[in-house]
């Protein structure tokens, strides 16, 4: 007799920075959500998928949970709440690092309204001795009836297999949504913008990251079978664009080289890589900038 095949989709929320994304590309193998160390990187749902021989698991990557300042903060926070209730299992992802904190009060706050399983993951294992560890689990473990806890490293895949199997045994029977071969159903323009964005962050201070979106302006073809893509990285000052910019243009040049290795990458395929940079003042609150760029709460 055949084993059934089972499949489910899974939303991984947690404080901004707790190492989400990190775990999904782990488990996919792939990068196609992009990690840095500035808070709230994350700004859309990224579906990943996972697919074994009996399995396939949906991963959807959500924005760190956090108290919104703007417009795309409440996005941002909206997309992670709605996300709870549209899958068969939720991973609350912790940071053992840092412990229980106001934010994760927060989100548990959150997860009285949830009605599927909880797991909860204490990433970081790494980076504590084993009886603080064990101290920080007790204390998540009298806050909410969680069905699992495991402690993972996201970073160095410790127990990250272990993880799979019992998300695999809460996933109910059901059909193979997407090909086994894809990992992703976020169309390329998408990742491209967001590699784009994560080499800005990675390279340029403080003051500028959570100011920058990315357009892709144009995807095409050049006669010597490289592919040209335009796109325009979108700053609310006139300052950010010098930093961006920098020197004689080093920042740029930079952000693009970088950029243009992990796109490469992900298309298989040599590209021309052209960035440009735009002022658009306060865009972050103005609803149909953030519609343009990709922010669109009807979607979710």
């Given at each position: 007799?055949?084993?059934?095949?089972?499949?489910?989709?899974?939303?991984?929320?947690?404080?901004?920075?707790?190492?989400?994304?990190?775990?999904?590309?782990?488990?996919?193998?792939?990068?196609?959500?992009?990690?840095?160390?500035?808070?709230?990187?994350?700004?859309?749902?990224?579906?990943?998928?996972?697919?074994?021989?009996?399995?396939?698991?949906?991963?959807?990557?959500?924005?760190?949970?956090?108290?919104?300042?703007?417009?795309?903060?409440?996005?941002?926070?909206?997309?992670?709440?709605?996300?709870?209730?549209?899958?068969?299992?939720?991973?609350?992802?912790?940071?053992?690092?840092?412990?229980?904190?106001?934010?994760?009060?927060?989100?548990?706050?959150?997860?009285?309204?949830?009605?599927?399983?909880?797991?909860?993951?204490?990433?970081?294992?790494?980076?504590?001795?084993?009886?603080?560890?064990?101290?920080?689990?007790?204390?998540?473990?009298?806050?909410?009836?969680?069905?699992?806890?495991?402690?993972?490293?996201?970073?160095?895949?410790?127990?990250?297999?272990?993880?799979?199997?019992?998300?695999?045994e809460q996933m109910p029977e059901g059909p193979q949504f997407y090909?086994?071969?894809?990992?992703?159903?976020?169309?390329?323009?998408?990742?491209?913008?967001?590699?784009?964005?994560?080499?800005?962050?990675?390279?340029?201070?403080?003051?500028?990251?959570?100011?920058?979106?990315?357009?892709?302006?144009?995807?095409?073809?050049?006669?010597?079978?490289?592919?040209?893509?335009?796109?325009?990285?979108?700053?609310?000052?006139?300052?950010?664009?010098?930093?961006?910019?920098?020197?004689?243009?080093?920042?740029?040049?930079?952000?693009?080289?970088r950029a243009r290795k992990d796109i490469e990458s992900l298309l298989?395929?040599?590209?021309?890589?052209?960035?440009?940079?735009?002022?658009?003042?306060?865009?972050?609150?103005?609803?149909?900038?953030?519609?343009?760029?990709?922010?669109?709460?009807?979607?979710?």
């Amino acid at each position: 007799m055949e084993s059934e095949f089972k499949s489910g989709f899974i939303s991984i929320i947690g404080r901004p920075n707790v190492g989400k994304s990190t775990f999904m590309n782990r488990v996919i193998g792939e990068k196609i959500a992009i990690m840095s160390d500035k808070a709230q990187t994350t700004r859309n749902k990224i579906q990943g998928v996972y697919t074994q021989d009996d399995a396939q698991l949906v991963f959807i990557d959500t924005p760190g949970i956090h108290k919104p300042k703007h417009k795309l903060g409440s996005f941002m926070v909206n997309v992670a709440e709605q996300s709870m209730n549209e899958v068969d299992l939720v991973l609350f992802m912790v940071n053992a690092k840092e412990g229980f904190g106001r934010g994760d009060e927060f989100i548990i706050n959150m997860l009285q309204k949830v009605k599927q399983p909880v797991f909860l993951i204490v990433n970081k294992l790494d980076q504590v001795h084993p009886d603080e560890l064990i101290k920080i689990i007790d204390e998540y473990r009298t806050k909410y009836d969680f069905a699992e806890i495991v402690p993972i490293s996201a970073l160095e895949g410790n127990n990250v297999d272990n993880l799979l199997k019992l998300m695999v045994e809460q996933m109910p029977e059901g059909p193979q949504f997407y090909p086994e071969d894809m990992i992703t159903d976020h169309p390329e323009r998408f990742v491209i913008s967001e590699l784009i964005r994560e080499k800005a962050l990675h390279l340029t201070r403080e003051e500028v990251p959570h100011s920058i979106a990315v357009v892709i302006e144009g995807i095409e073809e050049r006669e010597n079978e490289k592919l040209n893509v335009q796109a325009s990285i979108i700053v609310e000052r006139s300052s950010q664009k010098g930093i961006i910019i920098g020197k004689q243009g080093s920042m740029l040049k930079e952000i693009g080289q970088r950029a243009r290795k992990d796109i490469e990458s992900l298309l298989g395929t040599k590209i021309y890589l052209e960035l440009f940079v735009k002022v658009q003042k306060d865009w972050r609150n103005r609803a149909n900038q953030l519609q343009e760029y990709g922010y669109r709460e009807d979607e979710y």
